[in-house]
Nanobody
Framework: VQLQASGGGLVQAGGSLRLSCAAS????????MGWFRQPPGREREFVSV????????YYADSVKGRFTISRDNAKNTVYLQMNSLKPEDTAVYLC???????????????????WGQGTLVTVSS
């Protein structure tokens, strides 16, 4: 599956952004979808994941209560709604996909075999 992330930009602290990740192919509903981010000069870190049906979600503690992941399998798209943004949320955000035969979801980057190109989110103080 090929992934294309979009929706990044510059926003003030406290603001909101919605990221989208569009996937190619007709089997999108067979993939668990994750969002990761890579802050400047730091390693990639897990943000959120959603199971293939959308029934299960999981978040990093740092974004819990502020970010919401969702998906629309009819549109082959996964979203990340980011509210109450903080300067420490500044990063390149990447979406990722992993094929799964169940409702499993994963928070480790090495569990994913398809990655989008990333979209930059900059939060100013």
């Amino acid at each position: 599956v090929q992934l294309q992330a979009s929706g990044g930009g510059l926003v003030q602290a406290g603001g909101s952004l919605r990221l989208s990740c569009a996937a190619s192919g007709r089997t999108f509903s067979g993939y668990a979808m994750g969002w990761f981010r890579q802050p400047p000069g730091r390693e990639r870190e897990f943000v959120s994941v959603i199971s293939r049906s959308g029934r299960s979600t999981y978040y990093a503690d740092s974004v819990k209560g502020r970010f919401t992941i969702s998906r629309d399998n009819a549109k082959n798209t996964v979203y990340l709604q980011m509210n109450s943004l903080k300067p420490e949320d500044t990063a390149v955000y990447l979406c990722a996909a992993t094929w799964t035969a169940s409702e499993s979801y994963y928070s480790r980057s090495y569990d994913y075999n398809s990655w989008g190109q990333g979209t930059l989110v900059t939060v100013s103080s």
